[in-house]
């Protein structure tokens, strides 16, 4: 198995709702990571994991909370969300936390604030 | 602040020409490069990595670094209208002493391939 899953691949949700996005790799990978990335923009790393423990937090606002389950398993739970934060969520996963060899990334989920 | 710049086009070649991309980092440690090929509302693909000085070639493309200029391009050959995407440049920034890495992407150079 050398893919990244993530789900879903569309989610709208109203600025009260709570959601969540979810990842899983099954390559044994040992760090894993969100990113969010805008329309014609690159992607902006938010969060990272290394050995399930959250060892990167970019300064992003606490309405987005991730969380390492297991090392296969990631999830960023949304909460109270702006429509500003529409973008495509992008899930990657690298062999070791040092990414010297790149990262496998999921299809992304497809978020719309309303 | 560890930047990547790259041309963000587009860059329009025709059917069966070279297409030319060009990516420089300011980071002077980083030994990890790629490059990351995005179809319009998909995820990045990985199509090409490379980690030491010279060029690197895999079919038809040809990714080429000079860590002493901080600069890595990539070269398709022969381009299709399938290759019409954009390409990401994307550097490994390590921190916390080298036990963590991350990928520091440049802005993207859309290319356009014309039948």
């Known amino acids: 198995d050398t893919e990244v899953t993530q789900t879903p691949k569309h989610l709208v949700m109203g600025m009260t709702n709570k959601k969540s996005l979810k990842c899983e790799q099954h390559m044994g990978h040992r760090a894993m990571y969100w990113y969010k990335q805008k329309a014609k923009k690159p992607p902006e790393l938010m969060f990272v994991?290394?050995?399930?423990?959250?060892?990167i937090n970019e300064s992003v606002p606490s309405r987005f909370s991730p969380e390492c389950p297991n090392s296969s398993l990631l999830n960023l739970h949304l909460h109270a969300l702006q429509p500003e934060d529409s973008a495509l969520y992008l899930c990657?996963?690298?062999?070791?936390?040092?990414?010297?060899?790149?990262?496998?990334f999921g299809s992304g989920t497809r978020l719309t604030v309303v | 602040q560890k930047e990547v710049e790259q041309n963000s086009g587009p860059l329009s070649v025709p059917e069966g020409a070279i297409a030319s991309l060009n990516c420089t980092y300011s980071?002077?440690?980083?030994?990890?490069f790629f490059w990351y090929r995005q179809y319009s509302g998909k995820s990045p693909e990985l199509i090409m990595s490379i980690y030491s000085n010279g060029d690197k070639e895999d079919g038809r493309f040809t990714a080429q670094l000079n860590k002493a200029s901080q600069y890595v391009s990539l070269l398709i050959r022969d381009s299709q209208p399938s290759d019409s995407a954009t390409y990401l440049c994307a550097v490994n920034i390590l921190a916390y002493g080298g036990s963590q890495g991350n990928l520091i992407f440049g802005k993207g150079t859309k290319l356009s391939v014309k039948p």
């Open positions: 980071d002077r440690v980083s030994q990890s």
């Open positions: 990657a996963s690298s062999q070791d936390p040092r990414t010297v060899s790149g990262y496998t």
């Open positions: 994991y290394s050995y399930e423990k959250l060892s």
